[in-house]
């Protein structure tokens, strides 16, 4: 494990990024707006649940920040394999970390927003980790994602914990080849 520590990039400060290649990283814990949920990435429950994690952020007048997700399938196929609509996911909005309390803030836009009501205020922390820079669309992801897996077994690790992206593009973003997403896998 010295040689894994050895080559360990400290990175709290820099939360939003990555090397183009897989790199080590190490990162501590981090508090923020999350919504837990089911279903295809894109579709009606996560369209809505983007919407009131942003309409909650914007009440507590925050600076806005990436949207990332943490997803995993209750399958014991691989996740591309498994049809999108079954995928499970935290969304998650990177709180500054003098905003301690939210309710007040959730209870204030559920008339308007009522999927506001799963909004949480969350911490973890994804500690070592294995990530990089995905340039390109989302379907293009499995090419770096097997980059990634060779650092993992190259190093003698395993993955420990949830597939974590971080969406660094606009959502509106025309032009697949221009979208950038931070790939993370905790490892152990």
């Known amino acids: 494990m010295s040689e894994v520590n050895a080559s360990l990039k400290e990175t709290g400060a820099s939360w939003y990024e990555a090397a183009e290649e897989p790199e080590l990283v190490e990162h501590g814990p981090v508090s923020?707006?999350?919504?837990?949920?089911?279903?295809?990435?894109?579709?009606?429950?996560?369209?809505?649940?983007?919407?009131?994690?942003?309409?909650?952020?914007?009440?507590?007048?925050?600076?806005?920040?990436?949207?990332?997700?943490?997803?995993?399938?209750?399958?014991?196929?691989?996740?591309?394999?498994?049809?999108?609509?079954?995928w499970w996911w935290h969304l998650f909005l990177r709180l500054p970390d003098d905003i301690t309390s939210v309710d007040a803030v959730v209870e204030q836009v559920r008339p308007g927003m009522p999927a506001a009501c799963r909004v949480q205020r969350v911490t973890f922390t994804d500690g070592l980790c294995v990530q990089m820079l995905h340039r390109g669309p989302y379907s293009e992801e499995p090419a770096s994602l097997a980059r990634m897996v060779a650092l993992i077994e190259a190093e003698g690790l395993v993955r420990n914990g949830l597939h974590h992206e971080i969406y660094l593009s606009d959502p509106g973003e025309a032009d697949p080849a221009q979208m950038r997403t931070i790939l993370r896998q905790p490892v152990r």
């Open 32 to 86: 923020g707006l999350a919504v837990t949920g089911r279903g295809e990435p894109g579709g009606a429950a996560y369209g809505q649940s983007v919407g009131a994690l942003y309409t909650v952020m914007g009440a507590l007048g925050a600076p806005m920040v990436p949207l990332e997700g943490r997803w995993w399938v209750e399958d014991e196929r691989s996740p591309f394999d498994v049809p999108r609509d079954e």
